[in-house]
Structure formats: C-alpha cells, structure tokens
C-alpha cells in the first residue's frame, strides 16, 4: 500500500526537520500511515481471533 501511495520514503527514508517548511505536510502523512497501519493490524487481530474462535468450536 505504501509503495503504490509513493509513501514508502515514509517508512525508509529521513524526516525533514521541524523547521523545514515541508515538516508539516510530512507530519500529517505520517498520522495517515500510522492509521493505515493500525486499522490493517486491527483488522488482522479480529480475522485470526474470528478463526481462532471457530477452530475451538469445531467438532474434533
């Protein structure tokens, strides 16, 4: 996701100083791939707690 969001210098690269005019903008793209990521791992806990659940109630 990030790599086709041209958001990948996020994870890899280095972040502009606090007095670089463009540290704001970088700022607020880091709290919306920060979100991407917590709703994605959100999403994974509840998949596999969900198939966790239906393994337990499966008849052996």
Not at 6 to 22: M, Q, V, Y
Not at 35 to 46: D, G, H
């Amino acid at each position: 996701i990030l790599k086709g969001r041209s958001k990948l210098t996020h994870i890899e690269g280095e972040s502009p100083t606090p007095n670089d005019p463009k540290f704001q903008a970088r700022d607020n793209e880091d709290s919306f791939i920060m979100a991407w990521i917590w709703n994605f791992i959100l999403y994974e806990v509840k998949r596999l707690e969900e198939q966790s659940c239906l393994m337990e109630e499966a008849p052996t």
